[in-house]
């Protein structure tokens, strides 16, 4: 998607065409985009904390070969103005908060050495975006990215079944013959394959009718078994706040259903928290409304912020480590949160780990600034089917981290396709999409 003007058709044959300079750069793509969703160590088995990027020399090597990739395919085949486009002033003050909680973490080393895979996911995902040069080339690396993963994802169920799903054996029994694919965990397969199904959808608004029905149901199928009803919900409803407004010729309706949603879902999870009249209402209305647990760990984090609410308690350096270990645990309180990895709440763990400040930050760059690129977006077919896909993936993730916590997440999967739809809403809005037909750009 790095050129701007329309393409006219050729008499290449495929095969040659496929080794032509654009030919390549979609390969690449194609291939960053797998990789990275599979990771390098697929069915492996882990609690809802693991996200396949331990580090281990095969996740090392793995992802310093996807940075080298990345950086020789900007270099030697992307635009340099569409990749400049991609820094935004937000994003770079964002980086910056990110970097100073590393600094300031308790073990700075062991904090940067995480830290390079989140920015190594970062750089692959813009990379991806860049790299293919028209909506067609896009789309090709869309189909081969989602029919492998699903595709190993199936196979996983037959070939490796314990690995593929979780057994009563594992570290959650609870979740015994839930999908998994070659995820970690049903918490991260559920909204790979949700994500999955918003790219079917896409392909088939934009005429690829077979590809894009298989993509979609094949997905929604293994999502469904994931056993995530939050998952199961949030994909209709994610799809209906982004379809429903263009259809009625009312598009300017998305970005106002989505801060509605935003909003809302705030109020209704960390609002019965931090909000006393919330809290009251809740108590109420909902006393048994608990999240699984989660309002217990949001009180303590939202306790031990109160310490350090400028700057947080850096990178890496609050749940699972020492400073929690040596806590004393309530026998009322129904989560350990000495063993908790994470907070369940991916706004709240910005603030935990970087300080309010850099939520706030946040806030504008992963919610606020794609709604103002969702309303640029140039009124061109390919634009707007294009748009509305990674508005998709934007809402549906943006929703789901008030449960889960993925943020800057090293290589978490979940991470990777939020800041693909956070990118891919800039790029979309700066620029008309390149077609190979003109008459299909219009």
């Not at 063993?339 to 300080?355: F, P």
Request: contains cysteine; proline residues 6%; glycine residues 8%.
């Amino acid at each position: 998607m790095s050129n701007i003007a329309s393409l006219r058709k050729t008499e290449r044959a495929p095969l040659s065409a496929a080794f032509t300079r654009e030919g390549v750069a979609t390969a690449i793509a194609a291939l960053l985009f797998t990789v990275i969703m599979v990771s390098f160590r697929p069915f492996q088995p882990g609690g809802a904390e693991l996200t396949g990027q331990g580090g281990d020399i095969v996740n090392q090597l793995g992802f310093g070969s996807l940075g080298a990739m990345s950086i020789f395919s900007l270099m030697a085949f992307a635009d340099p103005r569409v990749v400049r486009s991609l820094l935004s002033p937000s994003w770079m003050l964002m980086l910056g908060f990110f970097f100073l909680s590393v600094i300031l973490s308790t073990d700075p080393p062991s904090a940067m050495r995480a830290a390079s895979f989140t920015l190594i996911g970062i750089l692959t995902m813009a990379t991806i975006l860049v790299l293919p040069r028209d909506a067609e080339a896009f789309s090709k690396v869309i189909i081969f990215t989602a029919v492998v993963v699903m595709g190993l994802s199936y196979l996983g169920l037959i070939v490796f079944p314990h690995e593929a799903m979780h057994t009563a054996d594992s570290q959650e029994p609870e979740h015994a013959g839930l999908w998994r694919g070659v995820f970690t965990h049903k918490n991260i397969a559920g909204p790979i394959m949700a994500c999955l199904s918003f790219a079917g959808l896409y392909l088939y608004r934009r005429g690829q009718r077979y590809w894009g029905a298989g993509i979609f149901f094949a997905a929604m199928i293994f999502m469904l078994h994931t056993g995530s009803k939050t998952t199961a919900g949030l994909v209709p409803f994610s799809i209906l706040i982004v379809m429903f407004p263009s259809l009625i010729g009312m598009r300017l309706g998305t970005p106002i259903l989505f801060a509605l949603a935003i909003v809302a879902t705030a109020v209704g999870t960390l609002g019965i928290v931090f909000l006393p009249p919330v809290k009251h209402l809740a108590a109420i209305y909902f006393p048994d409304m608990t999240y699984t647990g989660r309002t217990t760990l949001w009180e303590f984090a939202g306790s031990m912020l109160a310490k350090k609410p400028w700057t947080g308690y850096g990178y890496e350096s609050f749940w699972g480590t020492p400073l929690l270990l040596n806590q004393d645990q309530p026998f009322d309180r129904p989560w350990d949160i000495r063993t908790i990895v994470h907070g369940h709440d991916g706004y709240l763990d910005i603030a935990v780990l970087m300080g309010i400040p850099a939520l706030c930050v946040a806030v504008y760059t992963f919610l606020i600034a794609p709604l103002r690129d969702y309303m640029r977006i140039p009124l061109r077919r390919e634009n707007i089917f294009l748009g509305d896909f990674f508005m998709m993936v934007v809402l549906f993730t943006a929703l789901n981290a008030f449960l889960e916590s993925f943020f800057f997440h090293r290589g978490d999967p979940v991470w990777l396709f939020f800041v693909l739809g956070v990118f891919g809403l800039r790029q979309v809005s700066l620029r008309p999409m390149a077609v190979r037909d003109p008459d299909r750009g219009a």
